[in-house]
């Protein structure tokens, strides 16, 4: 929080001394357009009688009766007023703090040259405003301008012979420009105004080549631009510049940029962006091997002229530095000077309903920006990095969607497989319940009956028939009567072939349901030598093929406790017992003489 409100208080401080910055720079900007307006009246129609750095009111007062005006235009084009009414005092004309002429004279000339000023299509101002009440409310700055334009009309025609048409878009920031840039060029640490560079006004010289190729190239983005938005274009001025007349460039130059900054209101960052990279452009792709780079040697030859001001306010500005200047450098100079003249000429704008106009449609907030930062407004890399976030957002976005898309497909498919697996459950409880169910419908006893191969002779004379509904026959032959036949039912009857599989194989299901909580008895019953031994242990030192159904039981048993290991972990314990004799004992136990089997009979009275 705390470091929010320094930067806060920071970026508050900021704008203050930028603010204050401009307010300053406009003041002086101000006193240098009224100097330059002073200065070509007097160079037109005589000495007017004020200071050499007028003020407001001094520079409207020399101006009020209006016969200066009217003079200056009848130079400029003869006859535009035909009837100047002159003061009845010289001495009262000529003197700034003279008390003011009688209404009707003043206000008569004021009037008939601000019909001629319309005549000639130039910004006019109201009478009013040579008013002493009017003053500090902009109505100075429009009289300076209409003076200017005035001005810059006379150069033009003097220029052009007067040929064509004078179109003059409203640019306040003619003058402007041209007195900062001067001001700048001598003196960067002092904002003391030195008058006398601007009167020296002049043309560039010619043999600075690259300076001028690249002014040029500026004039004619600008004059592309221009052509481009098709607005406040002067036709007669792009024309001149094209026609390549050298006398014409410095003049056609001011006008050029004039008309350009006044564009760039309506829509600046996208028409400087445009000129400065096509600057760039032209500059990095000039022929000459060190056009890119004003070299210091030209720079240098350039600055020996300084004192006499004969260079352009733009190529005043190429001379900062006085060191190996780049394009880089100029383009750094171009943006700072785009900043100050828009930043200022945001000042000056009377209308703050359309300045909060355009503020609100979010046109001038970049300059403001940019005024801040002191970089160049929009650069290419910026706007690919805009395009790359802004793609890598997108496709952030999509991936977050997809990712979304996937756990949710995801988390249904782990919905059904619980599904299924509670379903899964559910079933082999009942496919449990119906085995056993089948266990016990065909019968908690059975009886099977295993035959034992006869080994002797005396045997061979029984005729035993089994039949596979369980019923064995025995026939003896040596006894025709009742007795020598019988019959016996079983479950089932193993043959005297019978393998130790088959046996277990009908068994086995019994043995099973002992994994589900039934008890079974499987227990083998004969007379000696019947084959119990052989049929539940097997035969002694046999193979794993003749184990017998103890051990292929207990082998089952330990199958199905790993397969179901994962839901139930059973416990096999193992017992042995031999009852012989009415006497019990232990098979397993480790000490042979204890193997009698503790057994307690309980009698009836006991329990
Ligand atoms: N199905 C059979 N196939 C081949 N030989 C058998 C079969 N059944 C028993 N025998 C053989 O018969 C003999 C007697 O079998 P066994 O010892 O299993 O009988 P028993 O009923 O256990 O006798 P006892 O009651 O005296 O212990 C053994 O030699 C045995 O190998």
């Known amino acids: 929080m705390e470091k929010t409100t320094a930067t806060t208080a920071a970026t508050a401080n900021g704008l203050q001394d930028f603010h204050s910055s401009l307010a300053s720079r406009k003041a002086e900007e101000a006193a240098w357009r009224r100097f330059e307006a002073a200065q070509w009246l007097e160079s037109l129609v005589g000495p007017i009688g004020i200071s050499s750095q007028p003020s407001e009111r001094e520079f409207i007062s020399c101006l009020r009766n209006g016969l200066l005006l009217c003079n200056a235009i009848n130079k400029i084009r003869p006859d535009s007023v035909p009837t100047v009414v002159e003061s009845y005092t010289a001495s009262q004309s000529l003197s700034w703090d003279s008390q003011p002429l009688p209404a009707y004279q003043y206000f008569e000339n004021v009037r008939n040259f601000l019909v001629a000023v319309e005549e000639l299509k130039l910004p006019a101002f109201e009478a009013c405003d040579l008013e002493r009440d009017s003053l500090g409310a902009g109505s100075a700055a429009k009289v300076v301008d209409c003076i200017l334009a005035l001005k810059s009309y006379h150069e033009l025609k003097t220029m052009s012979v007067g040929s064509g048409f004078y179109k003059h878009t409203r640019s306040p920031l003619v003058s402007h420009s041209v007195s900062k840039l001067h001001s700048r060029a001598f003196s960067n640490s002092s904002r003391l105004l030195d008058m006398s560079i ?10 600075d080549n690259e300076v001028q190729n690249f002014k040029d190239s500026i004039v004619k983005t600008i004059d592309d631009c221009m052509v481009n938005v098709k607005e406040n274009v002067d036709y007669n001025l792009v024309a001149g510049f094209r026609s390549g007349n050298p006398n014409a460039n410095q003049s056609i130059l001011n006008e050029l940029i004039s008309n350009f900054l006044f564009l760039v209101i309506q829509d600046a960052i996208n028409l400087f962006s445009r000129v400065i990279t096509t ?321 307690h009979w309980l009698f009836p009275s006991q329990l």
Do not use: W
């Open 198 to 207: 601007a009167t020296a006004e002049k043309q560039m010289p010619s043999k």
């Open 279 to 599: 600057c760039l452009e032209e500059q990095l792709q000039n022929k000459s091997p060190n056009k890119n780079t004003i070299s210091k040697d030209v720079l240098r030859e350039e600055s020996g002229t300084v004192a006499q001001s004969t260079s352009s306010p733009l190529e005043d500005q190429f001379k900062v530095g006085n060191s190996k200047l780049t394009v880089r450098h100029v383009k750094s100079i171009l943006c700072n000077e785009f900043v100050c003249l828009v930043s200022s000429l945001f000042l000056n704008c009377q209308d703050l309903a359309g300045l909060q106009s355009l503020l609100g449609e979010g046109r001038v907030q970049p300059l403001a920006s940019i005024a801040i930062a002191g970089e160049r407004p929009i650069s290419k890399d910026n706007l690919d990095i805009k395009t790359l976030l802004s793609k890598t957002k997108l496709e952030f976005g999509e991936l977050q969607s997809q990712l979304q898309s996937d756990l949710k497909h995801l988390g249904n498919q782990v919905q059904e497989l619980s599904t299924a697996a509670l379903g899964y459950h559910r079933v082999v409880k009942e496919n449990q319940i119906l085995y056993n169910m089948v266990q016990d419908l065909k019968g908690s006893f059975r009886v099977y009956c295993r035959i034992r191969p006869i080994f002797n002779d005396k045997a061979m004379n029984i005729r035993d028939f089994t039949d596979d509904d369980g019923s064995l026959v025995i026939q003896d032959p040596l006894r025709l009567q009742k007795d020598g036949r019988k019959i016996f039912q079983f479950n089932h009857i193993f043959g005297p072939t019978s393998t130790q599989d088959e046996v277990f194989k009908e068994t086995q299901p019994l043995i099973r349901s002992v994994m589900d909580g039934y008890n079974v008895c499987i227990f083998a019953y004969g007379q000696t030598g019947s084959g119990k031994t052989y049929t539940m242990s097997g035969p002694s030192g046999g193979v794993a093929m003749d184990m017998g159904i103890n051990f292929l039981a207990l082998n089952d048993l330990f199958q199905i406790s790993e397969t179901r290991k994962d839901i139930i972990n059973y416990g096999i314990h193992v017992q042995m017992v031999e009852i012989y004799n009415e006497q019990v004992r232990d098979l397993l136990a480790e000490d042979s003489a204890t193997t009698k089997y503790p057994l």
